[in-house]
């Protein structure tokens, strides 16, 4: 009843940027905290960004200057900017969300992940 779509994944070389995105839509009362993890192969899923409904905002230390997250509530979007890309980077990135509906209250949701490589 609550779909995550993720957009704007890809290939792109070091120090390039990319652009993500990720829309909510279905039987939403409230989105409450939004956010973006990754998981590259063989490696545990880390977050990456969160930005709760008030906005504040909370970064992983590696990507600390280099990523921003940001949230449009009146089209239901979080996006991440993503500058200076590295190598290290990639990843497959899965956008969550916090999400309280009238029907299952506070549920936490995750799009289906987009794949960001970064490499020359």
């Known amino acids: 009843q609550v779909q995550l779509v993720e957009s704007g994944g890809g290939l792109v070389q070091p120090g390039g940027s990319l652009r993500l995105s990720c829309t909510a839509s279905?039987?939403?009362?409230?989105?409450?905290?939004m956010g973006w993890h990754r998981q590259a192969p063989g490696k545990q899923r880390e977050l990456v960004a969160t930005?709760?409904?008030?906005?504040?905002?909370n970064y992983a230390d590696s990507v600390k200057g280099r990523f921003t997250i940001s949230r449009d509530n009146a089209k239901n979007t979080v996006n991440l900017q993503m500058n200076s890309l590295k190598p290290e980077d990639t990843a497959v990135y899965y956008c969550?969300?916090?999400?309280?509906?009238?029907?299952?209250?506070?549920?936490?949701?995750w799009g289906q992940g987009t794949q960001v490589t970064v490499s020359s």
């Open positions: 969550g969300a916090d999400i309280y509906t009238t029907i299952a209250g506070k549920t936490t949701y």
């Open positions: 930005v709760t409904n008030g906005g504040l905002t």
């Open positions: 279905g039987s939403i009362f409230s989105l409450l905290t």
